[in-house]
């Protein structure tokens, strides 16, 4: 099993930063696949960005590319979300999760509320 814990949510006013931080634990080595979804009220879950934890392949939903950013600490098992020029949309609680080679996404947080305000 793994474990993930979120931690760095809060509140911010649109255009000001956060970074969110999964701190992992466990069976890590069996994880490919890192990722940060989020889910709004009324909507659907929402994949923002995912990245190997060992490559350098990224990906991110069109509506943050070039202002959140992916990155990976193997020393500490920690995954981050680096969010700039934040905006009311991106306002959600956002979940860190994990997936196995080939696999679905079947690890996750608790999830951290991102509060943006205008």
């Known amino acids: 099993q793994v474990q993930l814990v979120e931690s760095g949510g809060g509140l911010v006013q649109a255009g000001g930063s956060l970074r969110l931080s999964c701190a992992t634990s466990?069976?890590?080595?069996?994880?490919?696949?890192m990722a940060w979804f989020r889910q709004a009220p009324g909507k659907e879950r929402e994949l923002v960005a995912a990245i190997y934890w060992y490559g350098a392949n990224t990906y991110y939903v069109d509506s943050v590319k070039g202002r959140f950013t992916i990155s990976r600490d193997l020393a500490k098992n920690t995954v981050y979300l680096q969010m700039n020029s934040l905006k009311p949309e991106d306002t959600a609680v956002y979940y860190c999760a994990s997936a196995p080679a080939g696999g679905e996404y079947d690890n996750w947080g608790q999830g951290t509320q991102v509060t943006v305000s205008s």
């Open positions: 466990g069976r890590t080595f069996s994880r490919n696949v």
